[in-house]
């Protein structure tokens, strides 16, 4: 028999699992659409959840359930809850490790999707060797799950490091979380294709995106257009760079990260973002932390971050169970 974990990773429209050995391989992936459950009882996802898990271990009889690990929105790790996430249909605080747990019988540990990804990265990826740094996921929201001295730091209340709702720009652009002026607002997907429409607004340079009717632009068709030497679309680019690099200089004051490592479709980007990014984060930083902090791509699979964060969380849970 070989020990498992179950990486879970919530989203709004997927839920996606798999099982992970000790060393970061997922040997079998599954999942089910969260989407399809969302005018029901949260209990009957759960539910559906917990049948599809099991299929999947009655299919891989060599593999023993050792625990669950799930990464979710505004995941709790004190309380094991899921509590009022924005993109999730089921409102107020879902107690989802001790459901689990229940129907499963095994360990469940449940934290932000963000602070998974980092764990992951730390176990599996580019942070194997450090023990302090920043680790921004850039999608649909920004994320960040923050670790100092090798452990994630979750706060009082197991909500710490959500860099992506720092105000940036006082009274700026409308945010998710009904602020304004959050990180999120302008280096998320939106924030992206907000900012390539200010551009276009004001920079009358000729652009393939120019043409494109807004709804079909991506952060990949811009991408596509950087590469081809498109002054909107490297513009674009850089000033996602900029808000990134500002908020980091600022960030390094508290926790002096060795690295910050991205993650996520905008950070596909490479070089058009990470160069600005670096050139601001340098000009901002205190001369204490100035040429210190590298700037890394993430080292996991795209599809694979949020299941191998998950599973590093039990990995991690279980290690300081015996270090205790
Ligand atoms: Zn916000």
Redesign the pocket.
Known sequence: MQQTVIGIDIGGTNTVFGLVNQSGKIMAHSGIKTQAYAGQNFSVYVQALCEAIQELLADHPTCQLTGIGIGAPNGNIYKGTIEHAPNLSWKGVLPLATMMQETLGAVSVLTNDANAAALGEMLFGNAKELKDFIMITLGTGVGSGIVSGGNLIYGHDGFAGEL??AVIVPNGRQ???G?QG?L??YASIRGVLQTLTEVLNTNNTPSSLREMPAEERTPQLIYEAALQGDVIAIETFAQTGKMLGLKLADAANYTSPEAVILFGGIAKAGDFIIHPLKETLEANVHSLYRHKIKILPSALPDNDVAILGSAALIWQHLDSIKTT
């Open positions: 992506g709702h945010c998710t979380c602020r959050c999120e607002a």
